[in-house]
């Protein structure tokens, strides 16, 4: 019995993990989003680093705005580490609003996934 809408979020993102890992070649963009922020990671989950990052902390704009910035963000810095193709790994959010608007803003930014 699911107890709570973050308990639901929870058995969701195990279950895309399960089946989303990131290698060298090809790693992992993991999303999180809070009420406020949200964060963008490009993760090597075989060796267990973080290759790139970025956040809203400190942009300007509505929310949706702030995600669109995040995802140029995310992907000029995975460029600069070599990175051009990922996963997406959506963390157990619904593909829409914010999460939708970080990972097109990524895509047109140049990043492949």
């Known amino acids: 019995m699911i ?9 969701v993102r195990y279950a895309i993990r399960k089946k989303v890992s990131g290698t060298s070649e090809r790693p ?13 990671q490009v993760i090597d989950d075989v060796a267990g680093n973080t290759l790139a990052s970025a ?5 300007k704009g509505t929310k949706i705005e702030q995600a669109n910035v ?31 608007a970080l990972a097109e803003s990524a895509r047109e930014a140049g990043l492949k996934f």
């Open 3 to 11: 107890k709570s809408k973050k308990d639901a979020r929870r058995r």
């Open 70 to 100: 995040v995802g140029q963000l995310i992907a000029e810095n995975a460029k600069k580490v070599g990175v051009a193709t990922v996963v997406f790994d959506r963390g157990g959010f619904l593909y829409h609003g914010r999460i939708k």
């Open 55 to 59: 956040s809203s902390a400190g942009a």
């Open 28 to 40: 992992r963009l993991a999303v999180f989003r809070s009420n406020s922020e949200i964060y963008a």
